[in-house]
């Protein structure tokens, strides 16, 4: 297997606090990799570290079997989470100017710019200022200015960040066509579950500087088990604690737990069994003020491993 990150026990201290603690990682050549977490995990301080923006405290990275410090700062395109743009400049002389500070050859940046501006969804907008554009023309132009020099791996910082709905698809088909088309290995931070499921060959899932779980999106959702999660609302909420134990009885219940003030059951076809909860829930003297049922996603597999949902 050939690997384009190597990273061990990476680890980085702010005093007595440590922000990420003995790391260990391997990235594959090529693939979309996931970092999920929620805000103050460290997702932003681990991939700093990552791409030589950070000193570590202790630990070691290795790029394509190199050590960080000797690796030409071209093969890493980094993407921040703040945009760094000159807004005097249009979108395709900002592209110009951070090729040629890449030293990219005249007719390739040319050509590359095009293609970026038209993958981009930005042709139209080539020659406004960037001061005129929206938000999410922005971040694209961000994102293209991070890849004019064709990095081998790409970071992205929660590209997905304010994004609206149809900018962050076109994004979301440029990370995908990052891959399959042009082989690049990408780095994404994020804490949004859809995103890192549907981007992702592999996620790892970090919270309090630590890594939880590396794996598929499939494999981890797996882990947990398969079925459908039902989410209560007890119209009093003080009763939670007495319905599970009353539901982790229950042999057709895989696993209850009390999340954020609700009742989460995870069962197999949990319609089906919602009848025989009615029962539990009423043999404790309360009602249902809400109820859902949904299927199992990363999100479940998030709280399995923390006990809390991610935070905003
Ligand atoms: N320069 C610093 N000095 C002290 N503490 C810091 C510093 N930078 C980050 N931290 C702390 O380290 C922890 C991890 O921060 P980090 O920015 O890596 O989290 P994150 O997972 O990227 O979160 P977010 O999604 O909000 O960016 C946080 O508790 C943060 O307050």
Not at 83 to 102: A, F, H, I, P, Q
Not at 145 to 166: F, K, R, T
Request: glycine letters at 8%.
């Amino acid at each position: 297997m050939e690997y384009s990150m190597e990273v061990k026990n990476l680890r980085k201290n702010y005093g007595d606090f440590v922000a990420v603690k003995d790391l260990n990682l391997k990235i594959r050549k090529g693939e979309v990799f996931g970092f999920l977490g929620p805000n103050g995990a460290g997702k932003t301080t681990s991939i700093r570290m990552m791409v030589g923006l950070l000193k570590p405290t202790s630990g070691e990275i290795l790029i394509n079997g190199a050590k960080i410090d000797d690796v030409e700062r071209g093969k890493i395109g980094i993407c921040p989470q703040e945009l760094v743009l000159w807004e005097n400049l249009t979108c395709r002389e900002s592209l110009k100017l951070m090729g040629d500070m890449y030293e990219v050859p005249k007719d390739a940046l040319k050509q590359r710019i095009n293609n970026l501006l038209k993958d981009l969804f930005l042709e139209e907008k080539a020659n406004t200022t960037v001061s005129n554009l929206s938000g999410g023309m922005k971040r694209r132009l961000n994102l293209a200015m991070a890849v004019i020099h064709e990095p081998e791996v790409v970071v992205l910082d929660e590209p997905s960040e304010g994004l609206d709905p149809q900018s962050r698809r076109v994004l979301w088909n440029y990370i995908k066509s990052l891959r399959d088309d042009e082989g690049k290995t990408v780095i994404l931070t994020t804490h949004l579950m859809d995103e890192a499921d549907s981007l992702s060959d592999r996620i790892a899932i970090i919270d309090h500087g630590e890594l939880l779980r590396l794996d598929t999106p499939e494999n981890l959702k797996k882990e947990i088990g398969e079925g459908d999660v039902v989410e209560m609302v007890l119209s009093d909420p003080e009763k939670n604690r007495k319905l599970v134990d009353e539901l982790e009885k229950l042999d057709e219940i895989i696993a209850v737990l009390e999340v954020d003030g609700q009742v989460n059951i995870r069962a197999m076809n949990a319609v089906a069994k919602l009848p025989r909860i009615m029962e539990s829930v009423e043999g404790i003297g309360v009602r249902i003020a809400d109820l859902s049922v949904r299927q199992n996603t990363l999100e479940d597999v998030f709280i399995e491993l923390t006990g809390t949902g991610l935070r905003e």
